[in-house]
């Protein structure tokens, strides 16, 4: 117990005097009815004490993390011809988005002991749940889960993305998609050492709905039944001028 303890506050307390100061091209993301998708700037300093600290070897890590969901996850298997649901795993926590940049290869930089303490690579961000399923195949399902994020964008690890220039300026582009879920994200840098974790900062990016998809998702939750007449009568309206235009065409 003690030794598990010194291991974590070591691990919990900054090795040298480096404080970090982080900005964001944008404080907030707006999801309209035209988002594609937004770059976001993550850039900043850090402030050395020393010229000692200034002069050794340091990586960083920035992360930018969506709220996180329950989920399950499920496998299919062909029985009788028909494809069905054989078994699923539910996951407590998955976050919606999750982005990693690095300036190098993440296992050159990044020590087991203090990617446990921190929670940085994937599969310690992913809350699986572990009741009535082996180990096996919790991890099993959650890389199949890590693997269609990622084809859809939503987990992404880029090495060597982020440029720390003279040990004291940094910047990298984080790439958000357009099938992001509103809430707080929490972008984080990490400063490293010999794969220890120096120092860190976090700060929230914002990611709401506006115009016409918060009013319609404020109308969905607040007032379901007139959401869904509203609904009707823009799908008929859409039915019926689609219907004239193509009689319109047929003349």
Known sequence: MLRA???????????????????????????????????????GAIKHESAVTQEAKLDLIVTVKGPDQATTVYRKDRRFGIWVNAATVEVDA????????????????????????????????????????????????TKALMRIRQDAN?????????????????????????????????VSVFLLKDKKVISTYSTILDVRKAGLERWMYNLSRQQPFYYGILSLIIA???????SAIFRVFQR
């Open 5 to 43: 303890f010194l291991i974590t506050l070591l691990l919990a307390t900054p090795a040298a005097a480096q404080n970090l100061v982080l900005g964001l091209s944008e404080s907030e993301v707006a999801i309209t009815t035209t988002f594609d998708g937004s770059d976001i700037l993550v850039f």
């Open 94 to 141: 998955a976050p919606s988005f999750y982005a990693i940049e690095t300036t190098r290869p993440i296992a050159d930089i990044l020590g087991e002991e203090a990617d446990r303490y921190y929670e940085i690579t994937l599969p310690r961000v992913i809350k699986p749940s572990a009741e009535g399923h082996g180990d096996n195949d919790v991890a099993l399902f």
């Open 154 to 186: 939503k987990y992404q690890l880029r090495e060597w993305d982020a440029a720390l220039i003279d040990n004291t300026l940094f910047r990298t582009d984080v790439e958000l998609p357009a099938n992001l879920v509103e809430g707080a994200y929490e």
């Open 236 to 242: 008929i309206s859409a039915g019926w001028g689609a």
